[in-house]
Structure formats: C-alpha cells, structure tokens
C-alpha cells in the first residue's frame, strides 16, 4: 500500500526566511504527485503537481518541489516566505493508473511571522 | 473551473441517526472521492468512486457507504452516526489519474 510521510508537523518562519518542507512517499511503481495548500478557513488548493518531464516543478505563488525518485522525495520549497504563507500543507501521492485515489501526508502547519 | 459542491458547511446530528452527505461536481468527472480531515492525521480517503454505481473502500471505510447512481453525484452515508465520527468530511472529484482532485469546501459534521 502506499504511503506519504511529512516530516515536520509545525514549522515557525519569519518573514524572508527560506522554507523547505519534507514528502516522503513508499511506492514501487509510477506515481503522481501533489502539493495542496490549505489556509485557514478555505479549501484545499493545488500548489503543483508531477506527473512526468523535468523533476523541478513550480507552482503558484513563488513555490516549487523538486521530485527525487531515488530517495522517493518530493520536497516542496519557497526562497522567502510571506506573513500569507501561513496555511497547512500537505503532499499526496496516487499510483499512475486509472481508479486509484490521492493518498494524504498527514500536513505541516507553517507559521509565518512578520 | 471545477466546481465541488458539498450540501451543507455545518451539520450537528445525534448518536444513532442516519446521516448523509451530498456532493456534486459539475465536470463530468469520473472518478468522485470522500475523506475525513482531523488534526494531526491529515486526510485519510473513506471510498471513493471510479464510474457510476462503483465503488471501492479507501483507508476508513468502517462505519460508512456511499452511494454513486449519477456521474454529478457522490454521497456518504453514516448508517448509525456515532460521536467518534465527528470530523470534517472533505468531497473531491478527478477526471484521469496524473489530473489533480478538486475539493469542495468541506462539512463539519458533529455527533452528539
């Protein structure tokens, strides 16, 4: 079975620092991956996506991951967080291959101060 | 855009009732998913739905159904809520398997 590890459950930034949250994922196979933001009081968003092609993928809002298939990581990472960055994140991971759903890290709540 | 929409934002039912949970999604979607968030735990995937009238059992299925008779449509069913299902429950849809889920905006369920 699959499974996704994040290993930070609370990160505390301030403003301009660097960020860099860990995804581990366990699958043999093809996989797709995801990361979701959530701020406080809204849905869950699409911050990026690999599916195949260059393992350096940006996002929204100045993010990006970068997908190491040796280590099965798939490390999500801003040069400067902003006060708005504050929100949960979490990373998901599906098998390449039709009726087969997301699997959720368990998320890392990042705090920004300004 | 994709649009997700789950029938209620706040529900507070009794122990014992029958309780559902609707969503709809107006993509033509295939493939329809249902998770409960709590902290600390993330989300983890009930059942999800690949076509209509399929289903199959995510993580948690224990206490739950579903039920799919139209491509909009996806609704979880509490048989006999019980206060240890108290959460938020999470809708999501998908076209094929490298897309990304939409999600809806979430129900806050809670059983008392």
Redesign the interface.
């Known amino acids: 079975a699959q499974s996704v590890s994040?290993h930070n459950?609370h990160v505390i930034l301030s403003e301009a620092a660097s960020l860099e949250l860990g995804c581990n994922y366990s699958y043999g196979g093809t996989v797709?991956l995801?990361w979701?933001v959530q701020y406080p009081g809204q849905?869950?968003q699409?911050l990026l996506?690999y599916?195949?092609g260059d393992p350096l993928v940006k996002g929204i809002k100045g993010f990006e991951a970068e997908f190491i298939k040796s280590k099965f990581s798939f490390n999500l990472r801003k040069p400067s967080v902003q006060w708005s960055d504050t929100a949960e994140y979490?990373c998901?991971v599906?098998?390449?291959?039709?009726?087969?759903?997301?699997?959720?890290?368990?998320?890392t709540t990042l705090s920004v101060s300004s | 855009d994709v649009k997700v929409t789950q029938s209620s934002r706040y529900l507070v039912k009794r122990t014992g009732e029958k309780v559902f949970l609707e969503c709809v999604q107006d993509m033509d979607h295939e493939?329809m998913?249902w998770?409960r968030q709590d902290p600390?735990?993330?989300?983890?995937?009930i059942y999800?739905s690949?076509d209509v009238k399929m289903k199959?059992k995510?993580?948690i299925p224990e206490g739950y159904s579903v039920s799919r008779e139209k491509k909009e449509r996806f609704s979880l069913i509490l048989e006999s809520a019980s206060t240890n299902q108290t959460s938020m429950y999470?809708c999501?849809s998908r076209d094929?398997?490298?897309q990304?889920?939409h999600?809806?905006?979430?129900t806050r369920l809670s059983i008392l």
């Open positions: 994040q459950h797709n995801f979701y849905h869950l699409l996506k599916f195949s979490f998901a599906n098998a390449n291959q039709a009726g087969t759903a997301l699997i959720f890290g368990k998320g | 493939n998913f998770y600390g735990l993330g989300l983890r995937l999800f690949y199959e995510g993580d999470l999501a094929k398997s490298h990304p889920q999600f809806g905006d979430g």
